[in-house]
Structures are given as C-alpha cells and as structure tokens.
C-alpha cells in the first residue's frame, strides 16, 4: 500500500476545491462527504479533473482539432508535465456561453485542482491518469463518430458507457483499494464488477437526458436494437408512445438493470464495517435504479424534469440504505422491492471482450 505523501494540500486549496464541487454538482456533493475523510478530497479531485475534461468535450464553440489538443493538454497537465496555468487561461479565452459559469470557474482554477492532484501519492495518481488518458481518448473516439441518429449498435453503447464511465469506476476501485488493505484484498473482482456499477449508472443517465440531448442534436441509443423492433431512431421525437420504440426503449432500461445488479454486488464487496464507503455508493446506485423505475412508468416522458425524483423518494433512499448499509440480506431484499416488475434479462459485453481496458 501507498504511504500518504508528507506535503497534503493546503486548507485554502481543500475548501475551494469544495467550493468547486458544491458548484458543479450538488449530487456528489452530497455523496462525497459519506467517504472516509482520507477519501474525501482524493475522490473530489478525480470528479473535478473529469468535470473539466467533460466541459471540454461538450464546448461547441471548440473544433474536433482544439479539443483533441485540449483533451492531450489537460492529460499531460495530471501528469505533471504541462502547466496549468496556461492551459486554464488558453482554454477559457475560448469557452463559450454554452459553458455555465460554474464550469467556466472550475477550469479557471484548475491550477488549484492540479495542485492538490500534485499532493496525491504515487498509486492515487497514477488511477486518475490512466482514467483521464483513457477518457479523453474515448471521448474524441465518440466525438468524431457521433450522429443525431443514435449509436451503431450495442456493442457501441457498451464502449461509450465504458469510456465516460467505466473507467471512472476502475480508478475508484483503486482509490478504495488504496486506501483499505481489507478493501484491497478484493481488488480484482471490486475492479471486475466496478465497470458494470459505472455503466449502469452512465446508461440510467443517457436514457434520463434523451430528449434533452436530443435538443441539443445528440443520441446515445443504439440504432441495431431499435431497428430490431421496428423503429428508425431518426423519426425520434419526444412525447410519442410508439410500441415500436417502446420495446426498443425498455430493452435498454433492462441492459441498465443488469448492470445495476451487478453494481449491487460491487457494493457489497466492500466491508461491511466501511459503512461510509457503502452509503456512498449505494446513494448514486439507489438513485439510478428509482430514475430507471421513473423512465419504465413514464416511457412518453418529454424531457429529463418530467421523470425527476421528488424529495420524498431521495430522503427516503438515503434514510434506508444508510440504516440498512452495513447489512447484505437487508440491501438485497430492499434492491429486490424496488425492482420489482422492472426488466433486466439482456446481456451485454464485458470491457474484457471488447478489449478495451488497458
């Protein structure tokens, strides 16, 4: 195991990089802080250097050419070997209004970031770069095959999820690994079924903003499952109960409960005494599967508001599964309940057979 490097981040660059956080994403605000406090800013960082790769991908104002020469910029900055300094101000002369003024903020103070990415120990760092290599690679795969109409097939789906998601979860795995011996004595089947927990989530999201991306003249669907049931992805449009797309639909919300399932076995590999570590995990999984829930009652749903979580449904998550957090039989009989009635037999790829995780 890795030993805690002596030169930690200072107090000012902690508190704003909580800053930064609570600004870009009250969800894993929210979820961040159930963590171990060794874990805390560690796991905060990789979100934000992800947040910043992600801004990069989505600023339409940026070129194929500027984002891959961003995206290599930024990998090279983790690393160590390009200042961020100058990448913050190249990159943010360039933003544009699409850009929301959180995320314009972080990349602005992406030396902070860095800084405390600096701090991290050998093992913590070298996760984070490998995740953000690969995302970054992946995520200029997609950008310049990507088309208003959907996604190939599965197997393309699967390969997306694994590059903006999966990968995340590996490199969480490993910060978990990192910080717990107990934890690590489980690396390869955490590090197997991290990239199912990941992708469930990625997929549970991808079908949330459908429509939403839609507007924005993007699709993650794949076309091969719903040409299979009849429909062409390019007569998409929202507020339509077509039978045709709603099987293709549900089909993918079941490829997204399978994933979810194993993701429920992912958590409970962890200790149960790393009730923390657990909560933490479980309030992301909980929240996806009641969206799923959502999606599969209201399939002519128009846009992501129409199948929001009311505050009722997120208090109660997280007041059960912390209650319930240390105790298995208890988490699969709740896991079980609430999926009732939900689809979830299509299988999918691995990352494995796709060859696609070094």
Not at 73 to 102: H, K, N, P, W, Y
Request: aromatic fraction near 8%; charge should be positive.
């Amino acid at each position: 195991m890795s030993a805690t490097p002596s030169n930690g981040p200072t107090d000012s660059d902690l508190a704003c990089q909580a800053r930064l956080l609570q600004d870009v994403s009250r969800t894993f605000a929210l979820t961040i802080p159930q963590l171990p406090h060794r874990l805390r800013w560690p796991v905060t960082n990789a979100y934000l250097l992800c947040r910043i790769a992600d801004t990069i991908e989505d600023e339409p104002a940026l070129s194929l050419a500027q984002k891959q020469a961003f995206l290599d910029r930024f990998v090279q900055m983790i690393a160590g070997r390009e200042d961020a300094t100058l990448f913050a101000r190249d990159l943010s002369a360039l933003l544009s209004s699409s850009t929301t003024e959180q995320e314009r903020d972080l990349v602005a103070r992406s030396n902070r970031v860095i800084r405390i990415t600096a701090s991290l120990n050998s093992s913590q760092r070298a996760a984070i770069v490998r995740c953000l290599r690969i995302m970054s690679r992946g995520m200029m795969e997609f950008q310049e095959t990507r088309v208003p109409v959907g996604l190939k097939d599965l197997a393309c789906l699967d390969r997306y999820c694994y590059y903006v998601a999966g990968v995340v979860g590996e490199m969480l795995t490993e910060l978990f690994c990192d910080y717990s011996a107990e934890v690590n004595k489980q690396r390869q089947d955490l590090l197997a079924l991290s990239v199912a927990y990941a992708r469930g989530l990625q997929m549970t999201n991808i079908l949330k903003d459908l429509w939403d991306d839609r507007r924005r003249g993007v699709c993650w669907l794949p076309r091969d499952v719903f040409r299979a049931s009849g429909f062409d992805l390019e007569r998409l449009a929202p507020g339509k109960a077509d039978p045709r797309f709603l099987k293709g639909f549900f089909e993918i919300v079941a490829v997204a409960m399978r994933q979810l399932r194993d993701g429920l076995r992912y958590v409970l590999l962890i200790p149960a005494h790393e009730a923390g570590l657990r909560r933490y995990l479980l309030w992301s999984l909980g929240l996806s599967v009641l969206t799923l829930r959502s999606l599969y009652r209201t399939p002519s749903f128009g846009n992501g508001r129409n199948v929001k979580l009311s505050r009722l449904s997120v208090v109660a998550l997280v007041v059960l599964t912390s209650v319930l957090a240390r105790s298995d039989s208890a988490l699969k009989f709740l896991f079980t309940t609430v999926t009732r009635g939900l689809p979830g037999t299509v299988k999918m790829q691995t990352a494995k057979s796709l060859n696609i995780g070094s």
